[in-house]
Nanobody, 119 residues
Framework: QVQLVESGGGSVQAGGSLRLSCAAS????????VGWFRQAPGKEREFVAS????????YNRDAVLGRFAISRDNVKNTVYLQMNSLKPEDTAVYYC????????????WGQGTQVTVSS
């Protein structure tokens, strides 16, 4: 019911910044919670941050707290992940995912965007 496309990834040096975008197509995007996940080579996918459809409801992984910020623009149907003070351990493929307000799991996923942080 909703399709997600990530963009904004790239290669940066440690300490740099990137802003990831998750563009969604759908008529009821505002009813979805959107989360960012990442998966490094050889590792399990892990949660990064999420933002609810209601204002002010956000969650962040402890490892990125204070460095990453998630936001959304329901008019543009886009969710952002601002990443500052990037570290080599942040290197991963980043995915956005959506969960409808009536569901208990993230059932919609994008294709991912690569983030590479060099030391």
């Amino acid at each position: 019911q909703v399709q997600l496309v990530e963009s904004g990834g790239g290669s940066v040096q440690a300490g740099g910044s990137l802003r990831l975008s998750c563009a969604a197509s759908g008529r009821t995007f505002s009813q979805y919670t959107v989360g960012w996940f990442r998966q490094a080579p050889g590792k399990e996918r892990e949660f990064v941050a999420s933002i609810g459809w209601r204002p002010g409801i956000t969650y962040n992984r402890d490892a990125v707290l204070g460095r990453f910020a998630i936001s959304r623009d329901n008019v543009k149907n886009t969710v952002y992940l601002q990443m500052n003070s990037l570290k080599p351990e942040d290197t991963a493929v980043y995915y956005c995912a959506a969960r409808h307000s009536t569901d208990s799991e993230f059932g919609y996923w994008g294709q991912g965007t690569q983030v590479t942080v060099s030391s």
